[in-house]
């Protein structure tokens, strides 16, 4: 059902960590998630404390903005590994429900490792974008200025942490697929 | 290859990739990768990861989480029953009453939530067993609801329209004004039809009744005292100021639109932290990874989306596909029924995000050549999607129905829903015929463009 957007629960069990890097991704994920909600509170307050030095105070305001941008994007990228676990990223499930079961096992395979490509792929172009912005000492175009790799690496983190989730979700697939053989 | 055959690849192969079952936001990432690779230099290919960050690196994008948060917030406080019972309390005098106080119920949800199914949850899981308790047929009662709870979407703060603002480039101020007439034309059809549908119920009760003596809940004539009428208020109020306040702050120019999505977002986690005293981590958790979970989702979709939508526009794919449709010179409303009836079966299976990312920087450039306002058409586009939400197969807001009343049939909640569905075309109609309802009160508060 693609029209899962809107905020419906659907109850789904993760499943058990099995391995000690599941169990380490399940920590890493956790953590991550507390650091996000922490972020996007704080993205609420730093843009209400915008409002009231504007207007109460009549003081410009230059860098609330830009600091929720940042405070957002890295909820966003930190958390998605987290989503992904609980296989949170929305898909066009019409024909699942028509394949035999061991078909769409071999389905689902393929489907995370093309997910799992794209991650990598974008996780790597990340770290190139870092390295770069590090290096060359990029900032933003802006009168206040912050230095771009703050967002970048919170960028790079997340694609990571979610090419690493994708890479357990498929090992798991690939041993269910064996040990039903 | 010819620009024809590498239109129709990119967008077979996503199709694809989306009918494979892989996530969105992934399907649209990969296809879009996939044809940077192929077609275009190794340069723009190197640059994949900056451009989807500058892409979504605006702060009326990022706003679209706080506006999550602010809905969660609510959603998850019992304000949705609040609210709905001090309604009933003061409209159960009508015929139909109890119905309309839950369409009422449902658009002043949906503005302070900004989502449908949230709506439909909140107003519903109170609203459908006290309408069947007073007699309502069940379908009937999940109509209103599931019609109800699509105008999350119309009214704003909609993150519909947040997308389509950035997408077609206007303003979000004026969209937001813009959507109100509409909200309100529908809110009355909607009314309307619930007082018809009570009386046609009520009577056919009444003949029963008379006949064979059969007692019905819909004949009971409800007393309430004052007291009940005030009772409620103050619990209500607050959320009411909130609503109030959000937008008086936006309009009023104290704020811009995301500012108001943070002061949004602070502004409910205190109410609900004063009046239901949800505030400690523990309890705020759950809104807070609910939220998490619905715009991260979202974002990446989003982010995904506008990376294709560049890729699309690179390869010139969006801007021949625009010029082959104005070349067609079909006249002004066999184009619009055409976009719009593409917008329909797209919203069979996209969200509406992704709908409006994808098909903006083709469906636009025509609607505009033919001279349609472009605030105007972001309504309709919008009303259209909200049909997508009620009618099947994967009308979102019907399943939200069946998980709160699992024992009505899907087929009783279907048929409810669409007498619903038809008053949306309707309203479809009756703007383009008069798109001053739309048109009309941004231009009064804002100036004429």
Redesign the interface.
């Given at each position: 059902?693609?029209?899962?957007?809107?905020?419906?629960?659907t109850v789904q069990a993760a499943a058990l960590p099995r391995s000690a890097a599941d169990r380490i991704l399940a920590f890493t994920n956790d953590l991550m998630?507390k650091a996000?909600?922490a972020a996007?509170?704080l993205?609420?307050?730093?843009?209400?404390y915008?409002?009231i030095v504007r207007?109460f105070l009549k003081i410009s305001t230059d860098w609330q903005?830009e600091t929720?941008?940042f405070l957002?994007?890295g909820?966003?990228f930190l958390?998605?590994a987290?989503?992904q676990a609980?296989r949170?990223?929305?898909?066009?499930?019409?024909?699942?429900g028509l394949l035999p079961s061991r078909v769409n096992q071999a389905?689902?395979i393929?489907?995370d490792l093309?997910?799992l490509?794209?991650?990598a792929?974008?996780a790597w172009?990340?770290w190139?974008?870092l390295h770069e912005a590090w290096v060359d000492d990029y900032h933003s175009g802006s009168t206040w200025g912050p230095p771009l790799w703050i967002?970048?690496s919170l960028?790079?983190i997340g694609?990571t942490l979610l090419s690493i989730q994708i890479l357990l979700q498929v090992i798991d697939e690939l041993r269910r697929w064996n040990s039903a053989r | 290859m010819s620009l024809l055959s590498i239109g129709l690849l990119y967008g077979g192969a996503t199709l694809f990739a989306m009918f494979l079952g892989m996530p969105i936001a992934f399907a649209l990432g990969a296809v879009a990768t996939l044809f940077m690779i192929i077609f275009m230099p190794g340069a723009s290919v190197d640059t994949i990861a900056q451009n989807v960050y500058e892409e979504m690196a605006s702060i009326t994008l990022l706003s679209i989480p706080l506006f999550i948060l602010k809905g969660a917030a609510i959603g998850r406080s019992p304000a949705g029953r609040d609210l709905y019972g001090a309604l009933h309390a003061w409209m159960h005098w009508i015929p139909g009453g109890l119905g309309i106080a839950n369409v009422f119920a449902c658009a002043l949800f949906a503005a302070m939530a900004g989502s449908s199914p949230a709506t439909c949850s909140a107003i519903g899981s109170a609203g459908i067993p006290e309408m069947r308790k007073r007699g309502y047929s069940p379908g009937f009662a999940s109509g209103i609801i599931a019609a109800g709870g699509t105008l999350g979407i119309l009214l704003p703060p909609s993150i519909t329209m947040i997308l389509y603002a950035v997408a077609a480039e206007q303003s979000l101020g004026r969209l937001f004004l813009a959507a109100i007439g509409p909200a309100l034309l529908l809110v009355a059809l909607f009314a309307g039809y619930a007082m018809w549908k009570f009386r046609r119920e009520f009577h056919a009760a009444l003949a029963q009744y008379k006949l064979a003596g059969t007692e019905s809940e819909l004949l009971r004539v409800d007393t309430l005292t004052v007291y009940d009428k005030f009772a409620l208020l103050p619990r209500v109020l607050p959320f009411v100021i909130l609503l109030t306040g959000v937008m008086v702050a936006l309009y009023g120019g104290y704020a811009t639109p995301s500012e108001t999505a943070g002061l949004g977002a602070v502004l409910a986690l205190a109410l609900i932290a004063s009046i239901y005293s949800v505030w400690t981590p523990r309890e705020l958790e759950p809104i807070l990874i609910a939220t998490l979970r619905e715009s991260t989702m979202l974002m990446l979709i989003i982010g995904m989306s506008l990376l294709y939508s560049y890729v699309m526009s690179y390869l010139h794919i969006s801007q021949s596909t625009a010029q082959w449709i104005v070349s067609l010179e079909l006249s002004r409303w066999v184009l619009l029924a055409a976009i719009l009836l593409m917008v329909v079966v797209l919203g069979f299976f996209l969200p509406p995000v992704s709908i409006i990312l994808m098909t903006a920087p083709i469906i636009l450039p025509p609607l505009k050549a033919a001279g349609f306002d472009l605030i105007w058409f972001g309504v309709i586009m919008t009303i259209i999607m909200e049909m997508g939400l009620i009618h099947p197969p994967v009308g979102l807001n019907i399943f939200v129905i069946k998980n709160i009343a699992p024992d009505i049939p899907l087929w009783d909640v279907v048929w409810g829903v669409m007498p619903f569905v038809g008053l949306m075309m309707l309203a479809v109609v009756v703007l383009c015929i008069f798109p001053e309802i739309a048109t009309w009160f941004p231009d009064a508060i804002m100036g004429a463009k």
């Open positions: 059902m693609a029209h899962g957007l809107d905020g419906v629960e998630v996000s909600s996007l509170v993205a609420g307050f730093v843009l209400t915008s409002v207007y903005d929720s941008v957002i994007i909820a966003v958390s998605s987290a989503v609980l949170g990223h929305v898909a066009i499930e019409t024909i699942v389905r689902q393929v489907v093309a997910s490509a794209f991650c792929f974008f172009k990340s190139a974008l967002p970048y960028m790079t694609m | -």
